[in-house]
């Protein structure tokens, strides 16, 4: 039976590469059984494929507004970061505990999490994830501030 997640109406954009696409498909199987809505953005196998092709899929379909926030999954999850995060409005974090999964979302209003499927189990992922999806930007004056100055940066 799958565990209730914080927010079963949200819209998650997910993807991996070749070294994270188990873990995708253990995570999409259990956020669509929780009733969240899932695009799943590749990749399909787990044949060798470019993490960024997958990560910039993720982070265009929530720039654009198909889905409320991301996930992708690489080795390390850095990678994929590294790319989310070229795409204008992502902002996107690597997180392989809950304290950052839920603090980045509360303080920085992070939109993509990236998980590294040789770091983290799927256990783990699952409370990872859980985190990231039931926290929401604190709207502080302090993290407004902040995160205006983050934005001026994209230029």
Known sequence: MPVPLPCPSMRIALGSDHAGFPLKQQLARRLAESGV???DLGTHSD?????????????RAVGDGRADRGIVVCGSGAGACVAAN????IRAA????TY???QSVEHDD?????LGARVIG??????????????????????????????ALEG
């Open 37 to 39: 809505t899932v695009f």
């Open 47 to 59: 044949d060798p494929v470019d993490y960024p092709d997958f990560a910039a899929a993720v982070a």
């Open 86 to 89: 070229k795409i204008k409005g």
């Open 94 to 97: 690597v997180a392989h505990d």
């Open 100 to 102: 950052t999964a839920h």
């Open 110 to 114: 992070v939109n993509v999490l990236c």
């Open 122 to 151: 799927v256990a783990l992922a699952d409370e990872v994830v859980d985190s990231f999806i039931g926290a929401k930007f604190s709207g502080e004056d302090r993290h407004r501030r902040r995160l205006d100055k983050v934005k």
